[in-house]
């Protein structure tokens, strides 16, 4: 069975996008793979944090992926810290990732533009990244479009590796979908939609209440003209809210139009196929959140079954460094 392996960041909520553009992809595949995924808590000490709200984010990050549908007993959900087999194999993966192919990574410019403080860690998170998917001898990574640079560099990562000190680590595909691969902020549609808090009503939180997410569809930038047709280039603004509601309904962006005649319907129907969806995932988050304890129950058990096959992979990889044992 194929080994599937991702992670998503602690920080700023769980969105529309991170939803459409993965986690729907991680529920489905749990079914027909062998699935790992990864609350990375790690990741998100590259920028300045708090302690507090990290220690809560991850917990209810955790929770929101129960909530979506990932069930520990058929997957093996934990939080990265937990398994330290990943800070151990970033070091391996800095070592032979080369500087320029890091320098090159478009998420730590996006990143790191504008930021008072860029910490050296920013800059070689494509490395952690790349330790977090080959400790387990991953075949398939599903992620969003903004994370296809970084499986590419993996996959170098783990070729180079392989060439220089014999077969060690299998080398991973990125697994992207059709709609809803790159959802784009509904205020700004030509940027895709992010954590940040810079843009709240462009947003659409996993936990916002249907009221507000009625709210944010409805007062979503759309384009000129009427027409409503799947055109990123030239109506980007009716293009994402077509990616989202096929995404939400499982169809083509392009199939979701059928019928749709103005920009106004639209909007009800994109706001109500999201709020429909997102009913179950909110009721099943409560009734976790009510429970903590029975989280970090969970999230144990997965960190034990993660660092069997994490340790295993890292024996492998010292033994053709060439580390000497202990
Ligand atoms: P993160 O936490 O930013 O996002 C988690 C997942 O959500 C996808 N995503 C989107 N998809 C569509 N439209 C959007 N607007 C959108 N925004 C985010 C991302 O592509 C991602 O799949 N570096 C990663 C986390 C990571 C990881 C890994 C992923 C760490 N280690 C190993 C895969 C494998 C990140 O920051 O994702």
């Avoid at 996006?110 to 330790?131: I, R």
Wanted: aromatic letters at 6%; proline letters at 5%; glycine letters at 6%.
């Amino acid at each position: 069975m194929a080994r599937v392996f991702s992670g998503i960041k602690p920080t700023g909520g769980v969105h529309l996008g991170n939803h459409l553009g993965a986690l729907q992809n991680w529920v489905s595949l749990q079914d027909r793979a062998d699935a790992v995924y990864c609350v990375v808590d790690l990741h998100a000490l590259t920028v300045p944090h708090d302690p507090d709200e990290l220690r809560a984010a991850t917990l209810s990050l955790a929770q929101i992926l129960i909530a979506i549908g990932l069930d520990p007993d058929r997957c093996t959900l934990f939080v990265q810290s937990h398994v330290h087999e990943h800070s151990e194999c970033a070091w391996i993966m800095e070592c032979t990732a080369a500087f320029g192919e890091l320098r090159r990574m478009t998420q730590f410019k996006d990143k790191s533009e504008g930021s008072d403080f860029v910490s050296g860690a920013l800059f070689t998170y494509p490395a952690l990244q790349a330790s977090d998917i080959l400790l387990y001898d991953t075949n398939q990574v599903p992620v969003g479009e903004d994370q296809r640079q970084h499986i590419e560099l993996t996959r170098d990562i783990a070729v180079r590796f392989n060439n220089r000190y014999g077969d060690t680590f299998v080398v991973p595909e990125a697994v992207i979908p059709e709609a809803g691969a790159r959802v784009m902020d509904l205020q700004h549609p030509t940027a895709k939609m992010s954590k940040s808090d810079e843009s709240p009503q462009g947003t659409v939180l996993l936990l916002d209440e249907p009221s507000v997410v009625e709210k944010k569809i409805k007062r979503s930038v759309t384009d000129s003209g009427s027409e409503v047709r799947y055109d990123p280039a030239e109506k980007p603004g009716v293009s994402n809210l077509l990616a989202i509601l096929g995404a939400a309904t499982g169809q083509s962006p392009q199939r979701a139009a059928d019928g749709i005649e103005r920009y106004g319907d639209l909007k009800a129907a994109t706001a109500e196929a999201v709020i429909e969806m997102l009913r179950p995932i909110q009721e099943r988050y409560h009734e976790l959140a009510a429970d903590p304890a029975e989280t970090g129950r969970l999230l144990a058990k997965g960190a034990d079954k993660a660092r069997q096959v994490a340790s295993a992979t890292m024996a492998r990889a010292r033994a053709n460094l060439g580390l000497l044992e202990a």
